[in-house]
């Protein structure tokens, strides 16, 4: 039987995920004390991603003992959220714009397929490259987002809050580019659910992303401004 979502290897792989990001956490806290060390920490877990991700895609190419190397190309919202999300790390300053907009959808996709991972059962090994590295990267990417707030390297605030309109149109744009030029079916759920049976494609997930996000910025900015409230 092929691996099940929650069963005896997707517990297991849970377990050791959540082992794995309270340690990182906790040392980070314990030792990341200096803005350089902080810098250090993160460009360490975005190149960390980004090696996660690559391999993720190189090993596509090779499934099935066929080499395709269309499949290298990026073509869901996770796969290109963790590139742009390490990319951003890497060769972006401190709370550049594009974290803005990537961190949502890197921390909503990666604790979601964490849990539960649609693809799990695609081989009979649940260490079949495609699905370890897949389920690898999400984690990791939900991982390094909790590193961005905890060491401060992201500050959320409503008066960017145009990042994320941009961030969709260029994602819209490069699905467009992915169904149209190198014709590639269903990218980025642009014609298709993320999951079998349900509404969510991308018309739909992005309203709730706007949604959960203005509602993110609301409760943050009446949390900073509780004191003034208070006084009037």
Partial sequence: MNPQVFGKEHLIYIFVSIIVALAVLILTKRFAKTEKIKNIVMKVAGAILFIIIFINRLVLVFEYNQVDWIQFVPDSICSTSSFVLSLAILFGK??????HFIWLVSLAGGVITTFYPN???????FMYPPTI?????????????????LLGYLKLTYKKWYCTLIGFTSYLSYGAFLMCVLKI??????????LDGTIFTIWV???IYFVVYGLILGVLELIRNKDKLLKK
């Fill in 133 to 149: 590295f897949g389920m690898m990267h999400h984690t990791w990417g939900a991982i390094v987002v909790i590193l961005l707030f």
């Fill in 119 to 125: 693809f799990i059962g695609q081989n009979s090994k």
């Fill in 205 to 207: 997930l992005i309203p």
């Fill in 185 to 194: 079916g269903n990218p980025l759920y642009m014609t298709g659910p993320a």
């Fill in 94 to 99: 401190k709370d550049n714009k594009v974290l």
